[in-house]
């Protein structure tokens, strides 16, 4: 028993991270998940607002010996830091039931805030000990699973995210900043006063995630509450401030350091101030930010119905919590609430699909307040030799119902399908030729992984056709292709010269810049095309192309090629090679796979109708059997559906 008192904290964070290891996925996964690993993997420059403390430790862990694929140790690196940040809640939580008395509102200090002229009344404040041990440990670790198996944050464990890191880093924050509020003011030197470690933490925070002020407004009510607002206390926030911001520059003087070796990956180019707060700033993002009323509606009506899939029935534990805490942990309470009402005001205006990961501040609020739920539970059974036995049970309960309604969600265990995609389009592709595409989350961030960390197929030249919008991006095609850009310069000139006001937020010529991009784009083709083959996915060529957003160079068309659109001379009949890929679907999919079964449907469809056009009809069987057999979901054409 002595033992599991002592370690009751990391076996939790163990427990969590076994469960973990069972649906963490064994490669690249969508969205940035290939970016971020090529980063780590590369030492290179992540996407805004670039993530130095997360690149530093997951370059180092990266070049830790394992028989493992790069990719692979790092998402097992996500898991742990989200099992740390697990362990940690539990620790918190025991924590806040060791010192409840110090996070309530005396009635003495509520008499002075009702009336100056009412006799002082002593209060005695209820002890932390009339909550039995046993249950104090009991809470903190249901807790600990309820929050571990949620979906959101558990989904950060299974591939490589910034927001795994940030889940410990926050959860650190936490545990420092409650400390720092029950500790004495008595024999406080800079290097013990608790506040100036809550200084470091916070800069560690902020080095790696921004949203890291989410929890800025709670920090300055526990803190005024504590320490008062008074000369001596602002004296104490500029000392911290002293300490927190030149931590934060050494991190973040990875950027520029890194950025002027020119590395493979080098978002945003951050080699001088300009551009190193444009990219810490997350810039190039903040048009989704505050974009509108009618998105921040969207997003929040998406929170509150996406909640009881998060905590199923322990969402009911955690309101139970809320009020528990007004009444015997106000302080702790207010800062709770505080917390959360913030991170949901300040994330439902961020008009993103992936907004998910901004709530996970909100999601770790409602997991403390599930503590003082369990307590509850416990108090109202009247029962004595039954209450531990009986919320032992309820534990057990909704961590099994929290378990399986997220596993299939969460489970990436057995999905490869964003590094087959990749695998495939590029295979099908001749040497050295060029892909033009926007697909970010399903090809062109897996292609950064494979082609840069693995060394697949690094003739390909994948060109991002949205990045090319922006000045830093030709740096970056310089390093990896440069001779793609050759006979391109006054284009590129032109563009960039056009481009500086646009990115610096000043009047800009929208026209002047969309016609020099489209012309851009065109000579590319047109300067590369007797030297290489030219590639676009089907969105470039269904819609782009198509509708004249884009345009060839004269005598220049394209046919579907297996998953690609080719760029041939002339309307003759183009051969193309048998679909021999294999592209491996996980058993239970999402809108991410589903999306990529349409897509690599909907190219093959193309080839078939092809085929026939040119009565070809035998080759076109074999395109039509290739959706059959291995895109199920895809629904053919009707000109194909008798074959």
Not at 72 to 85: D, E, K, P, V
Not at 94 to 106: A, E, G, P, V, W
Not at 140 to 162: A, M, R
Request: net charge positive; aromatic share 16%; with cysteine.
């Amino acid at each position: 028993m002595t033992f599991l008192k002592k370690y009751y904290a990391i076996l939790t964070g163990i427990i969590i991270f076994i469960i973990y290891l069972t649906t963490i996925a064994p490669t690249i996964i969508e969205i940035d998940a290939g970016e971020l690993a090529s980063v780590q993997a590369l030492a290179g420059i992540a996407h805004p607002t670039g993530y130095p403390l997360f690149t530093i430790i997951g370059y180092l862990f990266s070049k830790i010996p394992s028989p493992f694929s790069t990719a692979f140790q790092l998402n097992l690196l996500a898991a742990i830091w989200c099992s740390l940040g697990a362990g940690l809640f539990v620790y918190t939580s025991k924590f806040i039931l060791d010192n409840l008395s110090k996070f309530r509102q005396t009635k003495v200090q509520q008499q002075k805030k009702g009336s100056k002229t009412k006799q002082k009344v002593k209060s005695v404040p209820e002890k932390s000990s009339e909550i039995p041990e046993v249950l104090k440990y009991i809470a903190s670790i249901g807790s600990g699973l309820f929050l571990g198996l949620s979906k959101t944050y558990w989904f950060q464990s299974t591939s490589v995210e910034v927001y795994s890191m940030h889940i410990f880093l926050i959860s650190l924050i936490l545990f420092v900043l409650l400390k720092a509020f029950v500790s004495s003011k008595e024999n406080r030197g800079i290097f013990k006063n608790p506040w100036m470690h809550l200084a470091i933490v916070l800069a560690l925070g902020f080095s790696n995630h921004m949203t890291t002020l989410l929890i800025l407004p709670g920090i300055a009510y526990l803190y005024f509450v504590k320490e008062k607002f008074n000369a001596a206390s602002l004296k104490q926030i500029g000392i911290m401030l002293l300490i927190f911001f030149p931590l934060l520059i050494i991190i973040y003087s990875y950027l520029p350091l890194r950025a002027s070796g020119n590395p493979a990956i080098n978002w945003g180019n951050p080699i001088d101030f300009e551009r190193i707060m444009r990219h810490i700033s997350g810039k190039q993002y903040q048009v989704w930010l505050f974009s509108s009323a009618e998105a921040a509606k969207k997003q929040l009506a998406y929170f509150i119905n996406n909640n009881p899939n998060e905590f199923a029935f322990t969402l009911l534990l955690s309101l139970i919590g809320l009020f528990v805490t007004l009444f015997r942990a106000r302080r702790l309470s207010i800062f709770l609430i505080i917390t959360f009402i913030w991170t949901v005001a300040y994330s439902i205006n961020y008009d993103i699909n992936d907004i998910d990961s901004y709530f996970l501040l909100a999601y770790i609020t409602l997991a403390y307040f599930s503590v003082f739920g369990l307590i509850k539970i416990y108090e109202i059974i009247t029962i004595k030799q039954y209450k531990t036995t009986a919320v032992l049970v309820l534990i057990l309960f909704l961590t099994g119902t929290e378990y399986f309604i997220n596993l299939d969600e969460n489970n990436q265990s057995d999905t490869y399908t964003f590094e087959d995609y990749t695998k495939a389009i590029i295979s099908g592709t001749d040497k050295n030729s060029i892909i033009f595409s926007y697909l970010w989350d399903y090809f062109v961030s897996p292609s950064y992984y494979l082609q840069y960390v693995e060394g697949f197929r690094k003739d390909a030249a994948i060109v991002d056709k949205e990045l090319l919008r922006r000045s830093w991006y030709y740096n970056q095609l310089e390093t990896d292709h440069s001779n793609i850009l050759a006979g391109l310069g006054t284009d590129i000139k032109l563009f960039q010269n056009a481009l500086v006001p646009f990115e610096r937020s000043e009047n800009y010529n929208s026209n002047l810049l969309e016609s020099l991009y489209r012309k851009l784009m065109t000579d590319l083709v047109a300067t590369n095309i007797d030297n290489r083959s030219f590639y676009f996915p089907p969105e470039i060529a269904e819609n782009e192309l198509r509708n004249g957003q884009f345009k060839l160079p004269d005598g220049y068309t394209f046919v579907p090629d297996v998953l690609l659109y080719k760029v041939v001379k002339g309307n003759d009949y183009v051969p193309a090679a048998d679909p021999n890929f294999q592209i491996r679907f996980p058993e239970h999919g999402d809108k991410y796979t589903d999306f990529i079964q349409n897509l690599a449907g909907s190219v093959l469809a193309a080839r078939a109708i092809y085929e026939l056009n040119f009565n070809k009809t035998d080759r076109a069987k074999v395109y039509i059997s290739k959706i059959k057999k291995e895109f199920p979901k895809y629904i053919l054409p009707p000109r194909l559906r008798s074959y």
